[in-house]
């Protein structure tokens, strides 16, 4: 079965940046898009940013022009460069990928807290 496995969540101070990884533990056939979820306590599930196959970029309107997604096209994985953060991007981020063969596929979750 294959995992996205995340890295780089933490604390950081508001105006900072942090990095989250996604890689998964194999190949995924018929991939179609990867990307980024968001979940604040007490909110649904929001989409964040992607980065589809035929290489559309997408970004929620309150993250445009601060987060960079980028993925590395050789193996499934996925990077959410995020950069002058802000206390309401606390949440806990899911990357994601979505594959024609099996479906939708989800990282285990990293918690990114915005806090003086």
């Known amino acids: 079965q294959v995992q996205l496995v995340e890295s780089g969540g933490g604390l950081v101070q508001p105006g900072g940046s942090l990095r989250l990884s996604c890689t998964a533990s194999?190949?995924?056939?018929?991939?179609?898009?990867m990307g980024w979820y968001r979940q604040a306590p007490g909110t649904a599930r929001e989409p964040v940013a992607s980065f589809a196959a035929d290489g559309t970029i997408s970004y929620a309107d309150n993250v445009k022009g601060r987060f960079t997604i980028s993925r590395d096209s050789a193996e499934p994985a996925v990077a959410l460069q995020m950069n002058s953060l802000k206390p309401e991007d606390t949440a806990v981020y899911y990357c994601?990928?979505?594959?024609?063969?099996?479906?939708?596929?989800w990282g285990q979750g990293s918690q990114v807290t915005v806090s003086s």
């Open positions: 994601y990928a979505g594959s024609h063969a099996r479906g939708r596929i």
């Open positions: 194999r190949s995924i056939p018929e991939i179609y898009v």
